[in-house]
């Protein structure tokens, strides 16, 4: 027996999305702004990193897009298969939230390269689960993948340029 989704439980999930999306965002946000203004402004910037302005930019067009595709699916699906579209939705998220963390907050590009090589194959995956729930999200998700695959380059020329952490000095 296939359990349709009601009205309600999509107004549920829509909120969910809405929270868990803004919560990720703004904290993201934060890590950005105080590895920008900490260290970030103060050292060697290989050529391939964007301006210090579009970082959170770039993350907030990610996040959008993101739960706009997510959104898409729960809208879009008869039945309610809920964790095989949530499990890459929050995983991506997470992955963000570790990655903004660890690179612009404690400054270990390091483990930010050991985060953001899952995070790139998981995006791919991403967009190949969200094919199952709508072709037009899985689209929306390449954006998502090519921003994770540069976001990888930029992290593999800071740790070539610095080592594993960032070290400033005045």
Same mark, same amino acid.
């Given at each position: 027996?296939?359990?349709?989704? %009601?009205?309600?439980?999509?107004?549920?999930?829509?909120?969910?999305?809405?929270?868990? $999306?803004?919560? %990720?965002?703004?904290?993201?946000?934060?890590?950005? @702004?105080?590895?920008?203004?900490?260290?970030?402004?103060? @050292?060697?910037?290989?050529?391939? $990193?964007?301006?210090?302005? /579009?970082?959170?930019?770039?993350?907030?067009?990610?996040?959008? /897009? /993101?739960?706009?595709?997510?959104?898409?699916?729960?809208?879009?699906?008869?039945?309610?298969?809920?964790?095989? +579209?949530?499990?890459?939705?929050?995983?991506?998220?997470?992955?963000?939230?570790?990655?903004?963390?660890?690179?612009?907050?404690?400054?270990? @590009?390091?483990?930010?390269?050991?985060?953001?090589?899952?995070?790139?194959?998981?995006? +791919?995956?991403?967009?190949?689960?969200?094919?199952?729930?709508?072709?037009?999200?899985?689209?929306?998700?390449?954006?998502?993948?090519?921003?994770?695959?540069?976001?990888? +380059?930029?992290?593999?020329?800071? @740790?070539?340029?610095?080592?594993?952490?960032?070290?400033?000095? +005045?």
């Amino acid at each position: 027996m296939v359990k349709k989704t %009601t009205d309600n439980v999509k107004l549920i999930i829509l909120a969910y999305v809405f929270v868990i $999306t803004a919560i %990720t965002t703004y904290y993201s946000k934060i890590f950005i @702004v105080n590895g920008i203004s900490d260290w970030y402004h103060f @050292v060697y910037q290989p050529m391939i $990193t964007p301006p210090e302005s /579009l970082y959170p930019i770039l993350w907030m067009i990610y996040n959008i /897009l /993101l739960g706009a595709s997510f959104i898409i699916i729960v809208l879009n699906v008869d039945s309610l298969e809920f964790p095989k +579209f949530n499990y890459p939705y929050i995983t991506n998220l997470i992955l963000e939230f570790l990655w903004c963390y660890a690179v612009f907050w404690c400054r270990q @590009v390091g483990w930010g390269l050991v985060i953001i090589v899952p995070y790139v194959i998981l995006s +791919f995956k991403t967009i190949l689960v969200f094919k199952d729930g709508s072709p037009t999200a899985a689209k929306i998700n390449y954006y998502n993948f090519a921003f994770i695959l540069y976001m990888a +380059f930029v992290n593999m020329a800071l @740790v070539n340029e610095h080592g594993l952490k960032v070290e400033v000095y +005045f």
